[in-house]
């Protein structure tokens, strides 16, 4: 009997283990189907999961693998970022590869430096001595072992073709000098229309502009003395020869020309930018500006069109058979230059407004180096509001016993050109290299009259007679149309000092960041 029980027992464990070899059935497979794709896994992502996990395809599933998934799937357990990363991943931890030494260095290599906490340094090496570095930077002296600087290297392709792969020994906003199996080559960042680099044997993940010339985002609030459409950034302060100001919010800022402030004007100059736009290769503005001075004083209006206004002299004898003798010229080309006998008072003030509008616009340079921009904007003022009250009285002296009365008079230009108080004008910059900017300017202005450099130092000064720290002398010769160009250096990331070809001849701008 025992013998047929054992016989029994046998025979049912062997039905069971081939029923565990017996391949899925259809019903269960369409099953698995259905469930995945209620579940928005895919059946690319389902055959990995089940090659991942079992090693064989979807129909090659044994009946109690199916119905393990199929379980699977109903509950939830299978989710889409399982399936994405292999079994075998999730169960074990990947080895990160290891970083390379760098396998150069020399003295007097400058670039940027990576290192193998991560850490980077803008430096030059002073001297290596017994496996220590003496690395100097901005912020001091360092002493680092080699063994802490991971190698740079970089695959570089350009424009004819040539392709160097070596060891970056230094690099320069314009260039980089790579250490090749041949030799050491000096590569033009215009010259590259393709570049790899490694740190540390690893690529770079950031992306690498190939020919990144570092412009930074130090727009010009004006150029010369015509303001853009782009004011300062917010908690930024900045003082120039003429004027100071505040960037209230990244569209509003503040001005002020401290040597009417100083004379008794307080003044205000207020710049709105309404419109912006910016993509990867150009940024486009507009903004308008009010210009508001208390007191300012009427000598300025006068001193600024002297050229617009005529002195006239007449001789009067008592014969009535002999015509006047009359001559004019105008006030900035009288011998003496002096508004306080033009003046109805010396010392009157008015209030004064003005009213701009600007559109700037600018672009990557085709060169890839930097960027170019434009500005174009028109300025009009009330300076002629009431003129003809703020010239003298006519004022008449005779001779002695002769009968022969003098008079003198000055009048306004009555010219169409004079109606109306305007500037037109278009500026340009351009990025010659990382800190150095060329300037030109265009402009149509009525008001407008060049001076020597000399002039407009008096000017400045006050040593005319004229307010400090303003440019409104009378002198000069009128050109409604005139232009200008010049340099601008940046001495550091807030100094900036310019030289140019017309007044006032030397600008200077500086910048107090988070003020």
Avoid at 86 to 91: C, F, S
Wanted: hydrophobic share 35%; proline share 3%; no cysteine.
């Amino acid at each position: 009997m025992k013998t047929y029980m054992h016989l029994i027992a046998f025979i049912l464990a062997s039905v069971s283990f081939a029923q565990e070899e017996v391949n899925a059935l259809p019903t269960q497979v369409k099953a698995i189907y259905s469930l995945s794709a209620s579940s928005a896994i895919s059946e690319k992502d389902l055959s990995y999961y089940i090659a991942s996990k079992y090693g064989k395809k979807v129909i090659d599933l044994t009946q109690p693998e199916a119905a393990e998934i199929i379980v699977a799937l109903q509950s939830g357990t299978i989710e889409l970022e399982t399936i994405k990363t292999p079994i075998a991943e999730q169960n074990t931890t990947a080895k990160p590869k290891a970083l390379e030494m760098a396998a150069i260095l020399e003295p007097g290599m400058s670039k940027l430096f990576h290192f193998r906490d991560r850490s980077v340094r803008q430096g030059t090496i002073e001297s290596v001595e017994d496996e220590i570095v003496v690395l100097i930077t901005k912020t001091g002296k360092f002493r680092i072992p080699k063994t802490e600087f991971l190698s740079e290297t970089a695959d570089v392709t350009i424009r004819n073709g040539e392709r160097y792969n070596g060891i970056v020994l230094a690099e320069k906003p314009e260039s980089f000098l790579i250490r090749t199996t041949f030799g050491d080559a000096t590569i033009q960042k215009t010259e590259i229309v393709a570049i790899k680099r490694f740190h540390g044997g690893i690529m770079a993940k950031e992306s690498e502009d190939k020919r990144k010339f570092y412009q930074g985002d130090q727009e010009l609030i004006h150029i010369f003395r015509d303001p853009t459409a782009f004011p300062l950034r917010t908690n930024t302060a900045y003082i120039s020869g003429l004027s100071i100001g505040y960037g209230l919010t990244d569209r509003f800022m503040i001005t002020s020309r401290f040597g009417s402030n100083f004379a008794g004007d307080i003044n205000l100059h207020p710049r709105m930018q309404f419109y912006h736009r910016k993509t990867a290769k150009r940024e486009r503005a507009m903004a308008y500006g009010f210009g508001f001075h208390r007191n300012y004083p009427v000598k300025s209006i006068v001193g600024k069109y002297s050229h617009a206004v005529k002195k006239i002299s007449k001789t009067e004898t008592p014969n009535p058979s002999e015509d006047a003798d009359v001559s004019s010229e105008y006030l900035n080309n009288t011998e003496e230059l002096s508004l306080s006998s033009a003046l109805g008072e010396s010392d009157a003030t008015m209030i004064y407004a003005e009213f701009y509008l600007v559109y700037s616009s600018r672009r990557v340079n085709p060169n890839g180096r930097g960027k170019i921009g434009y500005n174009l904007g028109i300025k009009t003022s009330n300076a002629f509001y009431k003129r003809n009250s703020m010239l003298a009285k006519p004022k008449s002296s005779s001779s002695g016993g002769t009968g022969i009365v003098n008079t003198t008079s000055y009048e306004w230009d009555q010219n169409a050109l004079y109606a109306v108080p305007f500037r037109a004008w278009l500026s340009l910059e351009y990025d010659l290299r990382k800190d150095l900017k060329f300037l030109a300017s265009t402009w149509i202005d009525n008001g407008w009259k060049s001076k020597s450099f000399g002039e407009v130092l008096s000017d400045y000064t006050g040593d005319d007679n004229s307010s400090a720290f303003t440019l409104d002398a009378p002198g000069g010769k009128s050109e409604l149309f005139d232009f200008d160009f010049g340099f601008m250096y940046a001495m550091n990331e807030s100094f900036r000092i310019g030289v140019h070809f017309n007044q006032p001849y030397i600008d200077f701008y500086w910048e107090f960041y988070e003020f």
